[in-house]
């Protein structure tokens, strides 16, 4: 059965919040003391249009926050309109200790918010994975840095969809497997246009976006 747990953690410069966790067991006889709690395994997240970064504060929050007046979007070719544009990614933890991965999308348009967007760009998935050493006698445990794991969407007359899972991606992306016991957050997830621009994305660190677990024991 699939196993989740929540969490809290600090975001990166944002607020206090709940990490979207995963765990995996890829061989069932297999113990795997990563493993904890159980609870559900699904988690649908809605996409928003994505800002960029305050990197020059002007001002600041009322608790004396740094922080950018004036946040304009990113200038992607794609835009997410605010009362027609509708998208989500759904993550659910499979019996075999993978996770199923699927994105849609709807009402995306070109800069001139006249013409459906169309054209192929990139759902990613950024990860941060605590696995067992390949090397145990050096380590029995290792945690890799932050690391993005693509998977590409075809869009056409403004929609896009796909249905994939993690261990794919990871695999067509030559990135290898997770092994037989791992335990990954999500920091963020992304749609780039074809140019590589963000166009929109969530991050479950963010406060308005809950947080959530999922995985396996073996």
Not at 112 to 124: F, H, K, N, R, Y
Not at 144 to 150: D, G, H, K
Request: aromatic residues 6%.
């Amino acid at each position: 059965m699939a196993e989740p747990r929540r969490r809290c953690a600090s975001s990166t410069g944002v607020a206090v919040a709940i990490l979207l966790t995963f765990f995996g067991t890829a061989v069932q006889a297999q113990t795997c003391d990563l493993i904890r709690a159980k609870t559900k395994t699904k988690l649908k997240l809605a996409l928003g249009r994505a800002y960029k970064p305050c990197t020059a504060p002007d001002t600041t929050t009322s608790g004396g926050i740094a922080a950018c007046s004036d946040p304009s979007p990113t200038a992607s070719q794609w835009v997410f309109d605010s009362g027609r544009t509708a998208g989500e990614v759904m993550l659910n933890g499979l019996k075999d200790g993978d996770v199923a991965v699927s994105f849609k999308v709807a009402g995306l348009y070109d800069q001139d918010l006249v013409s459906p967007a169309a054209g192929t760009g990139v759902i990613e998935l950024e990860l941060e994975v605590t696995l067992e050493d390949p090397q145990p006698l050096l380590h029995p445990r290792i945690t890799t840095v932050p690391f993005q794991v693509p998977v590409a969407v075809s869009i056409s007359e403004g929609k896009g969809f796909v249905k994939t899972t993690l261990g794919q991606m990871m695999g067509a992306a030559g990135l290898g497997s997770l092994g037989g016991c791992w335990i990954g957050t999500v920091r963020t997830v992304t749609l780039l246009d074809p140019n590589g621009t963000p166009v929109g994305g969530t991050s479950p660190a963010f406060s308005e976006r809950p947080g959530w677990s999922t995985g396996t024991r073996g």
